[in-house]
C-alpha cells in the first residue's frame, strides 16, 4: 500500500496525585493493545479504545491511502501516579516498536495530558519528547489531548500539532481525532509546518468550574474559535486546557495553546486575548456545592433531580465506593431514588451468588485496608434485594460513552428501603444512562437519582434533567472540589483561587 506511513501510539491516564497509584492491570484493564490487534479494535464497529484514537484511524482511512504502523496504546482509568516500572514499560515498548518500523512520515499520539508517574511530573512530555527523539526533526507528530490536559513547555516544543477537547461534558472526541488526522494530511500534502504558542495564565480551578456550556470557561473556548474564525485561515487550531488540579504538578493552570499555519505572531496575538480574558473572568472560576442535608431534603422534594457524589468521581481517580450520601438517604428514607455505581467487586460477587428475588446484608466495603486514599470508603450495611444482575458488557448509550463498548463487570442492582444501588465490578464513572438501563431501570421515571460522576453525565442525562435540575454535592472523597482540603505542593504559587488576592500582568 502507498500513502505516509504513520505510526500510532499512546498512554492514556487521568493521575489524581492523591488516589492510589496505577499499576499495569489498571492499564490491561481498560486498554492495553499493539501492533495488528490495535488496529483491529480501533477498526471496530464499537470500538472501546479511546474514541479520537478510533476516529483518527477512520478520518485516514477516507481521505487515502496510507500506510499505519500501529505501536503501543496503552489506556487506564483515571488512578493516582503510574507506577514508574509501568510507564518505561510503555515507552521502551514503543521505543522498540518505533526504531523497528523504519523511516516514518508521521506519528499519531493519543494521550490524556494530565498523567504523572511515581518518578516524573510530566511524564506526557518525556513520552512525546522520546517519540521526537527517535524519529527525528522532520517527521511530524500530532497529539491530541483531554481538556483536564496539564500542558508543560516540553510538550508543545516536541510536537508540530496539539488539539484539545472542546467540550466538557466530552462528547467531541470523534471530531477531535477527525481534525488531527485532517491537519496531518494538510501537514505531509506540503503546508508549511505550524508554528505554536502557549501561556498560560495563573488560573488553578477545580474541575466543576470547567464546564463548556457556562461562563467562564466556555465562553473561552467560544471566544477561541471565534479568534480562530476571524483570522481567516491563519490560525490552525486553538485548544484551551482548564488543568487537572488534583494531579498537582508544576503544570497546573490553565494553559493556551494557538497554532498558527505559518506567523508565530498571529498565534501570539490570540493566545495573548484569550489569557487577558481569562483573566477579566477569574472570579467565574469558582462554584458554590450543595450540603448533603440540603440534598436530602431535594431528594424528598416534589421535583425530579439529579446529584453529583462530588467527591468521589472515579473519572477524576476516585475510589467509586464512598457511601456518605448513600447512607444519608437511606437513613432519612428517601423514596425512588437511583444510585450509581458502587466498584464493590466482592459485593457485586455476592449478589450473583444470592440470584435476583432473595434478600441478604448487603455489606458495602467489607474489604478495607489502612491506605491513606481509601479512608472515605466508610462501611455500609443494609438489607438489600437483589433486583436484577448483569454481566457488564454494554455498550454506551448517550454523552461521552455513546457508541463505546463498556467492560463494568459482574453487576447487580440492590434495592434498599426506596433506593435502587448499582453495584458494579470494575470502577467507572456513571456518565451513561447503560448503568441503570442495562438492569431494566428507567432514569426518567426516578424522583431523585445519584451518580459517582463530576459533569460528564450531563451529556448523558441530559434527556431527563436541565442544567437547573443538576446539584453537585459536597461530600467527602478523593475528587472534593473543595481545594482548601488538599495539601497542594507543586501547583504554581500564586494561582488563582487559591490565592485570591494575587495579581497578574496579563
Known sequence: MSGPRVALLGMILESNRFAKPAGRADFESLTWLE??????????????????????????????PWQAVPCLLAASHP?????????????????ELLRDAGPLNAVYICNHGAMVAEH???????????????????????????????????????SDLIVGYRTNPHVDMRERGEEAAFSLRCMLAGMARPQAVLIKPPIAPASVTLLTAENPYGTLIDLGQRLQAEARGAILNVSIFGNFIFADVPDNTLSIIVTARDDPAAAEEVASRIARAAWDMRDGFHRDLTSVEQ?????????????????????????????????????AGCDDVLYG????????????????????????????????????????????EVMALHDGEVVGERGMTAGRKLHLGPSAALRIGGI??????????????????????????????????????????DRWFSPEQVYEIDTGGLTSPVLSRW????????????????VWNA
Open 35 to 64: 501492533s495488528d490487534a490495535l488496529m483491529t479494535e480501533a477498526r471496530g464497529s464499537t470500538p472501546s479504545l479511546a474514541t479520537e484514537f478510533a476516529a483518527f484511524v477512520a478520518a485516514m482511512d477516507a481521505t487515502g
Open 79 to 95: 488512578a493516582g501516579p503510574v507506577e514508574r516500572e509501568v510507564f518505561e514499560a510503555v515507552i521502551a515498548r514503543n521505543t
Open 120 to 158: 516524573e511530573d510530566d511524564p506526557d512530555g518525556a513520552l512525546i519528547a522520546r517519540v521526537r527523539e527517535i524519529v527525528g526533526p522532520d517527521t511530524r507528530i500530532v497529539v491530541t489531548l483531554d481538556l483536564h490536559g496539564n500542558i508543560s513547555p516540553r510538550m508543545v516544543s516536541e
Open 295 to 331: 440534598a436530602v431534603r431535594l431528594a424528598q422534594s416534589a421535583d425530579p433531580v439529579i446529584f453529583s457524589d462530588a467527591g468521589d468521581n472515579p473519572g477524576g481517580g476516585g475510589s467509586g465506593r464512598t457511601t456518605e450520601l448513600l447512607a444519608a438517604l437511606c437513613e
Open 341 to 384: 455505581s458502587f466498584a464493590d467487586p466482592e459485593l457485586a460477587a455476592e449478589a450473583h451468588v444470592m440470584g435476583v428475588g432473595t434478600t441478604f446484608t448487603a455489606r458495602f466495603n467489607r474489604a478495607r485496608s489502612t491506605e491513606p486514599w481509601e479512608k472515605w470508603d466508610a462501611p455500609f450495611e443494609a438489607e438489600a
Open 420 to 461: 435502587t444501588a448499582i453495584v458494579i465490578t470494575d470502577r467507572t464513572q456513571t456518565a451513561d444512562p447503560i448503568f441503570f438501563t442495562m438492569m431494566g431501570l428507567d432514569p426518567g421515571a426516578a424522583q431523585a437519582i445519584a451518580v459517582k460522576s463530576r459533569g460528564h453525565f450531563r451529556a448523558g442525562f
Open 487 to 502: 495539601p497542594l505542593t507543586r501547583v504554581p504559587r500564586p494561582s488563582y483561587p487559591l490565592d485570591l488576592d494575587m
